[in-house]
């Protein structure tokens, strides 16, 4: 029962480096979804993937690239960190959750914590 | 911003049900209710969801009101482990796979 797995745990960069943060899932899930979580925000969005090859924003992208080359990875760069990105980010799949699709779930990951000093 | 009210926070006696109300006035007729809870430091874990029906499972059930404009999750027998932040999401209809997580609602479970 892997499931959905992010790495690094911990991370703890300097502002202005690139900082790529991973996450890997074994379901074959078709959606992948990036959130970020901070203190009086609770969870936004910051990008999402119906498939490979296919991304979309969401709350809140400034900031971030992501990349989906693989179904069962969703990686989410910061080319250029700034203090405002020290976060918790949360990485999620579900197995479907298309355009008019209205009962699947999201299966989350157990986060990355980033400090930008 | 998400369509949900929560009360900010609740506290509830080990053992006993805990009801947690959610407002969702301007809900649409093909928008489902998600209930997801976060344990401290942890990824958030799904609960229930339901259209119009009230819904049980093994974790808690669902109260959906006729007119749909609120619900309850309903704990029945709340544990220490059940303390948690808990959030009534609704989902967008026709916005892709978006959910919008709100505030919330931490319950606390007392011994």
């Known amino acids: 029962d892997a499931g959905i797995t992010q790495s690094p745990r911990y991370k703890i960069t300097e502002t202005g480096r690139q900082v790529t943060l991973m996450c890997h899932q074994t379901w074959s899930h078709s959606y992948m979804f990036w959130y970020r979580q901070d203190l009086g925000h609770g969870l936004r969005l910051i990008y999402y993937s119906a498939a490979a090859d296919i991304t979309d924003k969401g709350e809140v992208p400034d900031g971030y690239v992501v990349s989906r080359s693989k179904t069962e990875n969703f990686p989410l760069t910061l080319e250029s960190a700034t203090r405002s990105q020290t976060s918790v980010y949360f990485c999620?799949?579900?197995?479907?959750?298309?355009?008019?699709?209205?009962?699947?779930?999201?299966?989350f990951g157990s986060g990355t914590q980033l400090s930008v000093l | 911003d998400a369509k949900t009210t929560q009360p900010p926070s609740m506290d509830c006696a080990e053992g006993r049900a805990a009801n947690l109300p959610c407002n969702h006035s301007?809900?649409?007729?093909?928008?489902?209710v998600y209930w997801y809870r976060q344990i401290h430091s942890q990824g958030p874990q799904y609960i229930i969801h339901?259209?119009?029906n009230n819904e049980t499972n093994e974790m808690a059930s669902l109260i959906i009101t006729e007119d749909r404009k609120s619900s309850t999750l309903i704990l029945p027998h709340a544990t220490l482990r059940d303390t948690a932040v808990y959030y009534c999401?609704?989902?967008?209809?026709?916005?892709?796979?978006?959910?919008?997580f709100g505030q919330g609602t931490e319950l606390s479970v007392k011994p």
């Open positions: 999620a799949s579900s197995e479907s959750l298309g355009r008019y699709a209205t009962n699947e779930k999201l299966f």
């Open positions: 999401i609704v989902r967008p209809y026709n916005q892709g796979g978006k959910l919008i």
């Open positions: 339901g259209l119009k």
């Open positions: 301007t809900i649409s007729g093909n928008e489902y």
